[in-house]
């Protein structure tokens, strides 16, 4: 297992832009480098939802409602994942959590508003 830790959340108006990171402490590279990660969002009242993942490989996927403006990647060297957010619409509030496997982090808020 590995440890995540979120940052990079905030306030934003609509049509800015975010950098969410994911950093996996505890963890030594070969471990960081085999997992799938995944950002989901938990927005009130509504079910947690993918909204991002990406492969050892690199191979990456996206929730249709944000195709087109949200970028996952990772630094192995930094062990750490990103989500690039543009764009930003009132809908993509919500607590964003980073996903390996069994591990979550604590989430980092997010908030689109005028």
């Known amino acids: 297992q590995v440890q995540l830790v979120e940052s990079g959340g905030g306030l934003v108006q609509p049509g800015g832009s975010l950098r969410l990171s994911c950093k996996a402490s505890?963890?030594?590279?070969?471990?960081?480098?085999?997992?799938?990660y995944g950002w989901y969002r938990q927005a009130p009242g509504k079910e947690r939802e993918l909204v991002a993942s990406i492969t050892p490989e690199r191979a990456t996927t996206y929730a249709d409602s944000v195709k087109g403006r949200f970028t996952i990647s990772k630094d192995n060297s930094r062990k750490t994942v990103y989500l690039q957010m543009n764009d930003l619409k009132p809908e993509d509030t919500g607590v964003y959590l980073c996903?390996?496997?069994?591990?979550w982090g604590q989430g980092t808020q997010v908030t689109v508003s005028s």
């Open positions: 505890r963890s030594i590279l070969s471990v960081f480098t085999s997992y799938t």
């Open positions: 996903n390996a496997d069994t591990s």
